[in-house]
């Protein structure tokens, strides 16, 4: 690559209608959606994109500059199409995420969305601090040096922690349910990943390879389902991306990409692997049992 390329990555996510209830996203919804991005990419006011999905959560990537009102007039066509067809009526707000980057001459780029909020500050603390997941952090010098982790509450206050040596402050404000956004950055200031927080859904920006966590690394920790606050997340790919019951597991999502030059080479759906058949199958168990005990709720 012929001199420093500087991209910028934004991943937008707002619920915008589903059917049945909250199960999934109407095809209809995501073509009339995508058309407004399409718009915007031949015209080359945005380098390219990408629509996700998530329960009825509509996921947007774009790289470029983005006009201003992009997002939100894409949002509204999207919800617009939800209410012709007669929908449920969409709940929660929208976060948006933005990761700028100078390119590496081979940059892979991971982009996770759940429908859940509760569990994206556990999963970036096993990717980046947990030696267990990431074994890098001991082994590569690239790592041991550890993480910087910025957090940001719902009421503006913010927290930076350094790993390894602050890894139990870390802990603790991890579980923090005013989470709102994360910053992960190397020692140097370089940016790791960014995440953001809402009650209906999280979406994550991670580089990997090189001096990051490799790809293998960022997934290791969906091995094994996540349980947290009374719910389970299980790692589906796209078409598995729907829930059929208020109990059944959250999902979550992992897209990954080759970005060259701000454009999006991809997507591999990272979840579209038997290997993670073991965690999807316990996660269903997990969640039946708490079914089970009715109005208790544990």
Known sequence: MGGEEISTITVAVRAVGGYPGHARIH???LERAA????????AGTVTDSGIIH???????????????????RTFTAGQNEATELHLCPSQGNSLTLELTLTEREHEPVLVLMTDTGRTVAQILYRIFADPLMTTRLVSDPCLRE????????????????TTPGETYQLLGCLTDEEM?????????GTIAAVAGIERTGGAIIIRTEGSFPSVDEVLAPFLSPHLM????LMPVSICDAHTTKATSPSRITAFGFALNRGRLIGPADLFDDPAFD???????RMAGTRRMQGPFRP
């Open 27 to 29: 095809p209809k919804v």
């Open 35 to 42: 058309r407004v991005v399409k718009e915007q990419v031949k």
């Open 54 to 72: 998530c329960g009825d959560l509509l996921g947007l990537i774009l790289t470029g500059a983005i006009p201003d009102d992009l997002i939100e």
């Open 146 to 161: 550890g993480f910087v982790f910025e957090l940001t509450l719902l009421d503006g206050v913010q927290h930076r922690y």
């Open 180 to 188: 709102k956004g994360i910053r992960v950055l190397k020692q140097d």
């Open 229 to 232: 606050a009374g719910m389970t």
């Open 278 to 284: 073991p965690s999807r199958q316990a996660a269903v």
